[in-house]
């Protein structure tokens, strides 16, 4: 039997939604106006100091939104995202990112050919480590800079990474959306990794044959430029990425990687003579601290303000019923098998929209698509892949998203 909630919002089941609709007015006013990361900060807080307004249980609203921020997954994204800028601005204040590209340029592998194998590199990297946050936290602040100035189009290189990313996160056993859907299913893992691969390798093959075709075809650069110097002493620098890899092979985790990732960075600077102890921080006197190492960390405050938003608000949800609530509503629409179907895919996207967070949709929606697939006879596989698939393919395309806004702060951080 499923506890009654200790809070409780005046207007009864509207008022639970309260939050939700002004986060969402915000957030659209926001994309309108195209809006950057505080546009968004803007939307979060505002949902939760006007849901405030309307609840009965002041006590019980406040704990919400602490234990929002309580989740492993909040604490673990905001760590990476501040250890990724540091070795981002590490390796692209190294020169290694002209120097990579001097040499890609000169061996014509520029365009279409190098957003395919940066693909194909996320691709093989997520399904080997099973998330796409660590995957884009590593490969983001090299290959997306060396293939913008390789010619590709920045929207394509992003996408590129992004899908690459989200297809090790959909389909490899050890991601945590496989193991949400498959478990809130009753599904065997194996098979369900199976089954989805019908689903997941035709679109990579899609997604392979656009970048080829049109990644280059609207982009600039790929040619040599005066500013693009190789410094051979740089390509030092790719030990960073290549210990993180190392130890995300090996299962270690995220946060951890991404330390000795850190800690790589400083260490290989400073014995190729890139950089100075001063370079990377340095106390100067009158209560100021400057370098590489806070300015990065410092760069990252807008995401991380973001997220603390996003996460208060999925515990107000959470805590109100808000989501199994949607997820009963929407379940009426379920009057036949495809009916079922497109319910399952639209309440997981939606939710996903709401929150930001797929695993999230999926969790929360799994016990509602589990009764609704039993009863109009659709298998457990099925509703898997539907949920895992139709959440990661729709959800990750609002801007909120941790598949938006990580990608990028990652893309913006390391652009000198």
């Given at each position: 039997m499923e506890r009654e909630s200790k809070l409780q919002f005046r207007l009864g089941d509207f008022g639970k939604f309260v939050p939700i609709i002004v986060a969402v007015a915000f957030l659209v006013y926001a994309g309108i106006h195209q809006s950057n990361a505080n546009g968004y900060i803007i939307?979060?807080?505002?949902?939760?100091?006007?849901?405030?307004?309307?609840?009965?249980?002041?006590?019980?609203?406040?704990?919400a939104c602490v234990k929002g921020l309580t989740k492993p997954?909040?604490?673990?994204?905001?760590?990476?995202?501040?250890?990724?800028?540091?070795?981002?601005?590490?390796?692209?204040?190294?020169g290694l990112i002209q120097t990579l590209a001097y040499y890609v340029i000169e061996a014509k592998f520029t365009g279409g050919m190098f957003a395919v194998c940066a693909f194909v590199i996320c691709c093989i990297l997520s399904f080997s480590t099973g998330t796409s946050v660590g995957t884009n936290m590593i490969t983001f602040p090299i290959l997306f800079?060396?293939?913008?100035?390789?010619?590709?189009?920045?929207?394509?290189?992003?996408?590129?990474?992004?899908?690459?990313?989200?297809?090790?996160?959909?389909?490899?056993?050890?991601?945590?959306?496989?193991?949400?859907?498959?478990?809130?299913?009753?599904?065997?893992?194996?098979?369900?990794?199976?089954?989805?691969?019908?689903?997941?390798?035709?679109?990579a093959g899609i997604t392979i044959i656009i970048l080829f075709l049109f990644a280059g075809s609207a982009g600039r650069g790929g040619e040599i430029t005066?500013?693009?110097?190789?410094?051979?002493?740089?390509?030092?620098?790719?030990?960073?990425?290549?210990?993180?890899?190392?130890?995300?092979?090996?299962?270690?985790?995220?946060v951890v990687s991404l330390s000795v990732g850190a800690l790589v960075s400083i260490i290989a600077g400073l014995v190729s003579g890139i950089y100075k102890l001063s370079d990377i921080?340095?106390?100067?006197?009158?209560?100021?601290?400057?370098?590489?190492?806070?300015?990065s960390i410092n760069g990252t405050v807008s995401t991380i303000f973001m997220l603390f938003g996003i996460f208060c608000v999925i515990g107000i949800m959470e805590e109100a019923g808000v989501i199994r609530l949607a997820g009963e509503k929407m379940s009426r629409f379920a009057?036949?098998?495809?009916?079922?179907?497109?319910?399952?895919?639209?309440?997981?996207?939606?939710?996903?929209?709401?929150?930001?967070?797929?695993?999230?949709a999926i969790v929360s929606l799994g016990e509602i698509v589990a009764e609704m697939g039993e009863a109009a006879g659709i298998n457990k596989y099925r509703r898997a892949n539907l949920m895992d698939c139709g959440g990661l393919a729709l959800g990750s395309i609002v801007p909120w998203s941790v598949h938006a806004i990580i990608p990028m702060q990652l893309a913006t951080a390391n652009v000198d």
């Open positions: 939307a979060f807080f505002m949902a939760i100091i006007v849901g405030a307004v309307f609840t009965k249980t002041p006590d019980a609203y406040g704990e997954i909040f604490t673990i994204i905001t760590m990476a995202i501040m250890l990724a800028a540091v070795c981002g601005k590490m390796v692209s204040g190294s800079p060396v293939g913008v100035l390789a010619g590709v189009h920045p929207a394509f290189m992003a996408g590129a990474l992004v899908s690459g990313a989200i297809f090790g996160d959909n389909l490899a056993p050890i991601s945590d959306t496989t193991i949400a859907s498959a478990g809130t299913q009753n599904a065997e893992m194996g098979n369900v990794v199976r089954t989805r691969m019908w689903y997941s390798l035709p679109v005066a500013d693009m110097v190789p410094d051979n002493r740089s390509l030092i620098m790719l030990l960073v990425p290549v210990s993180i890899i190392i130890l995300c092979f090996r299962q270690i985790h995220l921080f340095t106390f100067p006197g009158g209560f100021k601290v400057e370098g590489i190492f806070v300015t009057r036949n098998v495809q009916m079922t179907e497109v319910t399952i895919v639209g309440s997981i996207a939606v939710l996903s929209w709401l929150t930001g967070v797929v695993t999230v």
